[in-house]
């Protein structure tokens, strides 16, 4: 069978295979698409198949997750965790709680982890899980109940040396704690590897926190370095107001760009001078408020309710929010506005369509699995200082992410310039993601 059309095959049986799951559909064209060359250039691969088993977890579990309100009503969700391949090493991924999860974003999520992990070139294999519990607007005993719950089926299949999950979307510092209490109370060990994005007093990193934005930040800045060029004078726009969004802003500012635009589910803030992070952080982390409120600090900011923050120009774009958020009309508005570079914080915010028009147009493009692996490559680096009872300090650590993204970004070049396409970051990290995780998986044999 010609290659193209054994590629187009594989992509069809996962779809068969796995009904209803769109997000997951995508994100394996969007790899599949960059592999052929791959093929060409390493048979080996294919006579194993390696792309067939790679787009097959290695296990899925789905599992009843029951707590009690605060009214003291029962309420009943849905826990997975999908452990997708552990060529490289523990399966390593967040967890997302929030009401759209479902297995075919979690599998989305999973797969992009494989790539991701294998681009910091840290021993950590690719996972995802999550649940459909909604935190927003739940008390700390609720959050802490459901967690409990959750950790309770949860913890039978992780571990240290096995599966070691973290945050996502709806899972913070808060939740990671109710979550390793849990496991440790279920265990009757001490065992901090098990879980990263843990809080300072029990053994978490420091950086951990601000690493998928601070890791986002430093990716595009390497792209705009690569074009003799850097943040510094450039008008950023970030979307989102959680986590990822917050120390974005925060390294922006640092490296002398200016976010100007926010926003959440609701709506777009747009402040011209500059966010002040204080006040984000205070609204956010601490009162948990939305991000409209900015504005009764910052009354020269402007809220608009429902807005699209991808109509706010900008120099650059950094999604930070969510999958699919940047849409063709969305990426055609930003290249007109003059957009020159996007970052992808959030895990594959931009559509199909919207990739090709920024590619065709030659903005520089940093897909996710490179642009965010900020966050699992510090988690690994909390795994470390667990194995060896040590605790950096945030210097240290900072410095180790910023070398990390540095690499992930030469490791992207090199297999784009490599493999035909130059300059071509998806490409790049698709391929140089790929073959690490195939040479290990033909090593192993088959398994």
């Known amino acids: ?69 605060d009214r003291g009503q029962v309420q009943i969700n849905r826990g997975f965790r ?17 009401p759209s999860v479902y297995l075919g974003i979690i ?46 089926e949860l913890w039978r299949i992780i571990g240290e040396h096995t599966d070691v999950p973290a945050g996502d979307i709806g899972v913070g510092g808060r939740e990671i704690g109710y979550l390793f209490g849990q496991y440790k109370r279920l265990t009757n060990k001490f065992e901090a590897g098990v879980l990263t994005g843990k809080g300072l007093v029990y053994g978490g990193s420091q950086v951990r926190t601000e690493a998928t934005g601070y890791g986002c930040t430093y990716f595009v800045e390497e792209m705009l370095k690569g ?30 760009g200016k976010v100007i635009a926010m926003s959440d589910s609701n709506g777009v803030v747009v402040d011209e001078r500059g966010f002040h992070l204080e006040t984000v952080q205070q609204l956010k982390e601490v009162e948990r ?5 900015y504005c009764d600090y910052h009354k020269h900011a402007k809220y608009q309710a429902g807005g699209n923050i991808w109509d706010v120009p900008c120099d650059v774009a950094m999604p930070s929010a969510t999958q699919n958020e940047i849409t063709g009309k969305d990426a055609r508005k930003l290249v007109k506005n003059g957009c020159i570079a996007v970052g992808e914080g959030a895990n594959m915010p931009t559509t199909p369509e919207g990739v090709q028009i920024f590619l065709s147009a030659g903005v ?16 690994a680096l909390e795994m470390q200082q667990n194995a060896g009872r040590e605790a950096w300090g945030f210097e240290e650590t900072d410095a180790k992410l910023h070398q990390i993204m540095k690499n992930v970004y030469t490791i992207c070049s090199e297999a784009a310039d490599e493999f035909g ?11 140089a993601g790929f073959i690490k995780v195939a040479r290990a998986m033909t090593a192993h044999g088959l398994v």
């Open 1 to 69: 069978m010609p290659l193209l059309e054994r590629v187009e095959a594989i992509y069809q049986d996962v779809v068969k295979r796995n009904p209803g799951e769109s997000e997951f559909h995508q994100a394996v064209k969007e790899v599949l698409e960059s592999l052929g060359p791959v093929l060409v250039k390493y048979p080996d691969f294919a006579e194993a198949k390696i792309i067939e088993r790679i787009c097959e977890p290695e296990r899925q579990t789905i599992f009843r997750v029951p707590w009690q309100d």
């Open 82 to 98: 999908v452990q997708f391949n552990s060529a490289l090493g523990p399966y390593k991924g967040g967890l997302r709680f929030h």
């Open 107 to 152: 599998k989305f999520l999973g797969f992009e982890q494989i790539f991701k992990n294998s681009l910091t070139g840290l021993p950590i294999g690719g996972a995802k899980g999550g649940s459909d519990f909604d935190p927003k607007g739940k008390s700390d005993n609720e959050v802490m109940r459901f967690c409990q719950s959750f950790m309770t």
């Open 227 to 256: 074009k003799k060029n850097g943040f510094k004078g450039k008008k950023v726009v970030v979307s989102g107001s959680g986590n990822v969004a917050i120390y974005t802003l925060e390294k922006v500012h640092q490296l002398g």
């Open 289 to 293: 408020r939305r991000i409209r409120d």
């Open 364 to 379: 520089l493009f940093g897909p996710g699995k490179a642009a965010n692996a900020g966050g699992v490559a510090t988690s």
């Open 421 to 431: 396409s130059p300059g071509n970051f998806v490409v790049g990290a698709n391929i």
